[in-house]
């Protein structure tokens, strides 16, 4: 016969449950802090929806060349009337895998903090989040076959004319000043533009979202590497988006925010200015038909690891273009609320929203 002391057997089921519970808190915060293919990123969009159904839904917009859906992650809490978005795109171009991996970063925290955060609170009130975290799916599961597809860029849409190569650049395929400026009409090139603009059908469906979506995006973000950049429209050296100063002041905001994180910096400005010119960007397209804040990000590093970016990298940089993202959305939600309050001036200084109520006569 067992005799069993009471206070022993509570010790145990402690000792059991803190295991348990420590390796499922350990399992979750390493799943951000390594990358992952597309199948399991698929996976996690489907658990993001099981978990948080109150507040994550899915929608397909579109195919890639290979038949596979683009599918994005819509996150805001209900609302009866009409929402303002937020638009955010990872992997475009399929070897920049931090890019996915910060999308995801970003989803799990707007999901971990809406409820005690009270500003991502409100903007979860006020604003929807449409977030892709693979745009270029075809070419980021080829990126992941072998050593030898690993930096992998483009679309997997076969050449034309006689061109035994594949893909095409998505990133110079949008209908925005297509074909000017930095790029090449070689489809065996890193950059090819593609027979016409919008013939790749991944640039297609971006573009129809936007166009169905765009009176209600504050925002545009798409997220590359590497560089350290903040990237403002133009990527035409003799175009200028109409609010370049207010473009510029808020990616210099978000510049400060992300080196207040780990002292990393970032340099803003018009991509011929600090980086190339090109043309046909889906960061010019947004700007182009009226979304007045449009950015691309290109994350860690500057070029000691380029697009193998160590996974012990990835979390920090997530950390800080998460600040710098941030800034960003932050800003544009409180424009809008200045804007839609009666008789409000909106005043910008260093890239905060001040809202003066005008005295009526």
């Not at 159904?53 to 805001?76: F, H």
């Not at 171009?93 to 609170?121: G, M, S």
């Not at 975290?133 to 990126?143: A, E, T």
């Not at 790749?200 to 590497?226: C, N, P, Q, W």
């Amino acid at each position: 016969m067992y005799s069993f002391d009471v206070h022993t057997v509570y010790s145990m089921c402690v000792s059991m449950y803190s295991a348990v519970w420590s390796r499922e808190e350990t399992t979750e915060r390493n799943y951000y802090t390594r990358y992952h293919n597309m199948s399991e990123v698929t996976a996690w969009m489907e658990q993001m929806k099981r978990e948080n159904p109150d507040v994550v839904s899915s929608m397909v917009y579109g195919q890639t060349y290979e038949r596979r859906d683009i599918t994005l992650l819509k996150i805001g809490l209900s609302s009866t009337g009409r929402k303002k978005a937020i638009w955010m795109d990872c992997g475009i171009h399929a070897r920049e895998w931090i890019a996915p991996a910060f999308c995801q970063y970003f989803v799990r925290e707007i999901l971990r903090t809406y409820k005690t955060d009270t500003k991502v609170n409100e903007m979860m009130k006020n604003l929807d989040f449409y977030i892709t975290p693979v745009l270029n799916v075809d070419g980021y599961i080829y990126s992941w076959h072998n050593e030898s597809t690993r930096l992998w860029r483009k679309s997997r849409s076969p050449g034309t004319g006689g061109c035994t190569c594949y893909g095409t650049d998505l990133n110079r395929n949008f209908y925005a000043n297509w074909g000017m400026v930095g790029v090449s009409t070689d489809c065996c090139s890193q950059t090819y533009c593609g027979t016409k603009a919008l013939s790749e059908s991944e640039a297609r469906a971006v573009t129809d979202m936007l166009g169905k979506m765009r009176e209600d995006i504050l925002a545009f973000l798409t997220i590359h590497s590497y560089g350290q950049l903040i990237l403002v429209p133009y990527g035409h050296p003799n175009i200028s988006a109409p609010n370049y100063d207010e473009l510029m002041e808020v990616g210099l905001g978000a510049a400060k925010a992300i080196k207040a994180v780990h002292g990393m910096d970032y340099t803003v400005g018009t991509s011929p200015d600090i980086l190339y010119a090109n043309s046909g960007s889906s960061r010019d397209f947004a700007r182009l038909i009226g979304i007045p804040l449009s950015f691309t990000f290109e994350l860690r590093d500057k070029g000691e690891h380029g697009f193998e970016l160590p996974e012990d990298q990835i979390q920090p940089t997530c950390e800080e273009a998460y600040a710098g993202a941030h800034h960003i959305i932050t800003y544009a939600h409180d424009k809008l609320s200045c804007l839609l309050v009666p008789n409000n001036a909106v005043i910008n200084i260093s890239s905060t929203i001040i809202c003066l109520y005008k005295k009526v006569k």
